[in-house]
């Protein structure tokens, strides 16, 4: 039973990875020649750009994906091919704490052009973020039982927020000239349409009697709820939660609203050149069908009564079936749920870049980049040293190294007025996206412009 019940959560932990490609955005923002740049290097021009515009859809992909769950870690073959769970394999590729995260961004709209030394760029963006974390102690305990935990121990905690809205901004980017030298002041007011927000948080804790006469599990969480679904009753129980997935309704919801702002300045001089922006200052508030939850469940197993399994023709006989599903019933102690109506508001992550690049030539540059998260800066930044061959407006190559040992390749060429681009902050583990099995992360981002 244990071994088919973690074959399942591990079937269902690997499920994004297998489906999904993995966020840096570093290439993205050295990346000056490609509007869509201006997503996060929001005072980034180009002189040779007056006017672009986007194909719907084409213009804008990026897809990130981030997971501490690698299929070869846990699934391993035999000799004969055949295929096994291998626990400790498993077991020994997590740390303390394991994260799935996943991010998409699709452009719908994008529409730029130069009037005079300022540039004006609109976009409408639509935006997916799903993040999931489990201790290590969660499958330790799934694996190796209770052998090692007293009464009351917490097993480990796990959480999910799901995130699903859509940005619309206006950049505005000013040029101006300080003697030799030239300073590029952006701004872009954005608003955003919330269209679901999901966030649970959950605890799992160990509990016996003195005597062990019998043991069980308390699981209790809380969350934040503004999605398509109604949910009724006072047990947590998936009957009770039912879908009302309108696709036209939710799609144009425009109930849950909120305000952000992206701030830039370059600094350009013959030889130096210095960038930096803060993006995504803002939050949203959540308004339709929102529900705060709270709920409390215990499962409590006190052994098996067989006396009246044994002897078939007993007028008292339960056949082993009968018994298993009657005790598995049984073993639900307390099952409870609270639901309220709670508008709530979101703060979005908010990030920040900090570039320097020495200008060798015309053609060639060299710098270094640093980027990270205001939640925790120190805990978050990365460090990237970066190169970049640029012939005219036609071709552009980068390359990156970073501190957590990635390679970030990005190449843009430019025919006429059609530019196509793709870029990866991590191109090793990007390209193993033909290889499932082994994927544990990967970077992609890649679109079609037209510019003149």
Known sequence: MAYKILKFFISLSLLLPNVSLGQNDNILFLM????????VNIASYDDSIKFNFSVPLLSGIQTSLNSDFVYDNIIKRKIDNSKFID??????????????SFYSKFNLLRLGFKVKNSYIDLSVDEKINFDLSTDKGLFEFLIF???????????GEF???????????????????????????????????????????????????????????????SGS?????????????LNNIKSTFRFQEYILNTDNYGFGLDLGLN????????DFSVIDIGKINWKFNTKNIEYDLSYNFDGLDISNSIDSINDNYIGFNDLINNTFDSLE??????????????NLKTKFFLNTSYVISDKFSLGILLNSSSNDILKDLNVSIHSSFTYKDIFKFLISYNST??????????????????LSDNVFRTYKIFRLNELRSANVNLGINFIF
């Open 32 to 39: 000056d020649n490609v509007p869509s740049s201006k997503n």
């Open 87 to 100: 626990p400790n394999s498993f077991l020994n590729s997590l740390t303390n704490k394991n994260e799935i």
């Open 145 to 155: 039982g209770n052998k090692e935990y007293e009464n009351n121990d917490k097993i």
């Open 159 to 221: 959480s999910s927020d799901f995130l699903h809205y859509r940005e619309f901004s206006v950049a505005f980017i000013k040029k101006l000239n300080i003697k030799k030298n030239f300073l590029f002041v952006g701004v872009k007011p954005k608003y955003y349409f919330g269209l679901a927000d999901i966030n649970i948080n959950s605890e799992l804790n160990y509990k016996n009697e003195d005597d062990f006469s019998s043991v069980g599990i308390h699981l209790n969480g």
């Open 225 to 237: 709820v503004s999605a398509p679904v109604e949910i009724d009753g006072n047990k947590l129980d």
């Open 267 to 274: 600094y350009r001089t013959p030889k130096l050149n210095i």
């Open 333 to 346: 102690t307390s099952n409870s749920l609270k639901t309220s109506n709670y508008n709530y508001f979101k």
């Open 405 to 422: 040992n990635k390679l970030g390749l990005g190449i843009s060429t430019k025919g006429g007025p059609l530019q196509f681009y793709i």
